[in-house]
């Protein structure tokens, strides 16, 4: 029972450095989002796909890509890594049928941080 | 744009103590709001939901009623329990689509 499926858990990077985020979710969802979580800030929204094949940006979506690989996986790229960065970075499915009802399922978080 | 206000943390409690988090929120139309809550160390979780005006969404204990007059969605608990510490996170829903927006989220400790 899998679920959303985040790695890595943890990452270290030093400026100007790039990593993936990647995210699989065995729930056969349509939708992916990936958000970041920081202090005081709660959870501000990066990018979402709404279906395979589609992307869109969120909240925050500067220095950062996303690729919606197939209908399992969203994975979140960093190309030249910040401070500002750092932060707790969850991935996020949902099913298009569940519309409206505002039923995330989340991964267990990955903390990046970024020196 | 839409947003979410929760009250100022972190709430220590004690154990069996009655629990009150308030979330107001601003939004275009009618959106459906959320309690989510986090435990250490894991992704968040739906915890209840409410979809109209004066709908009560419950679970664990936990209620909140969506009151379309104040645009609030508090969230309480009649006796917390230890296993209660947590973060709680008050979020919307947009009436166009599925994405959420969520408030900067309570951590709550509760004491034995």
């Known amino acids: 029972n899998a679920g959303v499926t985040q790695t890595p858990k943890f990452q270290v990077l030093k400026t100007g450095q790039s990593m993936t985020l990647q995210c699989a979710q065995d729930?056969?969802?349509?939708?992916m989002y990936w958000y970041r979580q920081d202090p005081g800030m709660g959870l501000r929204l990066i990018y979402y796909s709404a279906s395979e094949g589609t992307t869109d940006k969120g909240e925050v979506p500067n220095g950062y890509n996303v690729s919606r690989l197939n209908k399992r996986e969203f994975s979140l790229r960093l190309e030249s890594a910040a401070p500002s960065q750092t932060s707790v970075y969850f991935c996020?499915?949902?099913?298009?049928?569940?519309?409206?009802?505002?039923?995330?399922?989340f991964g267990e978080g990955s903390r990046l941080t970024v020196l | 744009g839409n947003s979410v206000t929760q009250m100022e943390g972190p709430v220590t409690l004690s154990e069996e103590a009655f629990l009150t988090i308030n979330c107001t929120y601003t939004?275009?139309?009618?959106?459906?709001l959320f309690w989510y809550v986090q435990y250490p160390g894991e992704g968040l979780q739906l915890l209840l939901k409410?979809?109209?005006?004066?709908d009560k969404g419950s679970n664990k204990g936990f209620e909140a009623t969506y009151r379309k007059e104040t645009t609030s969605f508090h969230l309480e608990k009649g006796s917390v329990q230890v296993s209660d510490s947590a973060v709680y996170f008050c979020a919307l829903e947009e009436t166009s689509g599925s994405r959420l927006t969520f408030g900067e989220g309570t951590q709550l400790t509760v004491n034995p």
């Open positions: 996020a499915s949902s099913d298009l049928r569940y519309m409206n009802t505002g039923e995330l399922f």
């Open positions: 409410a979809t109209k005006a004066d």
């Open positions: 939004a275009t139309g009618y959106p459906s």
């Open positions: 729930m056969n969802h349509n939708s």
